[in-house]
């Protein structure tokens, strides 16, 4: 699971308008695994209010809905 993780850690140059494509990608190739905040911290090197906020700007829902909602 670590090797997982580490190869979906965003690069230093990585901008913020790309994290709710890089969260979303994420939730599509880990839908089956059972995610939490903290896994979502780990990859995604920002904070989870942060993270929510930025996905939520772009798909009007938080990480956790979005998945709920398509990946049920």
């Known amino acids: 699971m670590l090797l997982k993780e580490e190869s979906y850690r965003p690069n ?3 901008h913020e308008q790309n994290l709710p ?7 599509q190739q880990h839908y089956t695994e059972r995610l ?7 990859v995604s ?11 939520k700007q ?3 829902l938080t990480p956790f809905r979005f998945k709920k909602q398509f990946y049920k």
Do not use: H, W
């Open 12 to 14: 230093n140059n990585a």
């Open 58 to 60: 772009q798909y009007g």
């Open 36 to 42: 939490s905040n903290d896994s979502l911290v780990q």
């Open 45 to 55: 090197g920002y904070s989870y209010s942060y993270q929510n906020r930025i996905f």
């Open 21 to 27: 494509f890089f969260l979303e990608n994420y939730i």
